[in-house]
T-cell receptor, first 114, second 115 residues
């Protein structure tokens, strides 16, 4: 069975500082990997995804993530955080043979200090 | 853009009531999902549908049922609401199996309170 771990429940960074959110997955083969963002009171929105090819993936809002097979990780990064990035972030893993289902991590809440 | 809409943003019901949560997507997606979201527990899959009239239990189906009579509509039913079903409910849709990297598109959520 696939699983996702987001080790950090809550992260606080200063505006303009760099950000890295951690995600580790468990899956026997090459998975589909996703990062979603949820603003307060809203549904989830896709930031970026990996399913093949280049292991460094660019997404919306200046985010990127790197798939590292050897570490079973898919960490999300942003070089300079803006106050509007404050939200909850979810990493998800999808099996290639699982009819479109994904397993989500528990989420990391990002607070941005002025 | 894909749009997923949910019938209510906020809902208050009483214990024992039958509750219907409706979800509609406008992009002809094969897959539709119902999740509940609780603090510290992330998203937990309740039910999944991969085609009209087809459904599959998720991780926490107890106390819930679903209906998919039309491709664009997926309903979640709480047969007899209980206070432990107070939660945020999220609907999502995606393209079918065989589409590489098929991400899910989410509705805005329904916050259900059962008194």
């Amino acid at each position: 069975a696939q699983s996702v771990t987001q080790p950090d429940i809550h992260i606080t960074v200063s505006e303009g500082a760099s950000l890295e959110l951690r995600c580790n997955y468990s899956y026997g083969a090459t998975p589909y990997l996703f990062w979603y963002v949820q603003s307060p009171g809203q549904g989830l929105q896709l930031l970026l995804k990996y399913f093949s090819g280049d292991t460094l993936v660019q997404g919306i809002k200046g985010f990127e993530a790197e798939f590292k097979r050897s570490q079973s990780s898919f960490n999300l990064r942003k070089p300079s955080v803006h106050w509007s990035d404050a939200a909850e972030y979810f990493c998800a893993v999808g099996a290639r043979t699982n009819a479109g289902k994904s397993t989500f991590g528990d989420g990391t809440t990002l607070t941005v200090k002025p | 853009d894909v749009k997923v809409t949910q019938s209510s943003r906020y809902l208050v019901k009483r214990t024992g009531e039958k509750v219907f949560l409706e979800c509609v997507q406008d992009m002809d997606h094969e897959n539709m999902f119902w999740y509940r979201q609780d603090p510290g527990l992330g998203l937990r899959l309740i039910y999944f549908s991969y085609d009209v009239k087809m459904k599959e239990k998720g991780d926490i189906p107890e106390g819930y049922s679903v209906s998919r009579e039309k491709k664009e509509r997926f309903s979640l039913i709480l047969e007899s609401a209980s206070t432990n079903q107070t939660s945020m409910y999220l609907c999502a849709s995606s393209l079918g199996q065989g589409t590489p990297g098929n991400e899910q598109f989410f509705g805005p959520g329904t916050r259900l309170t059962v008194l």
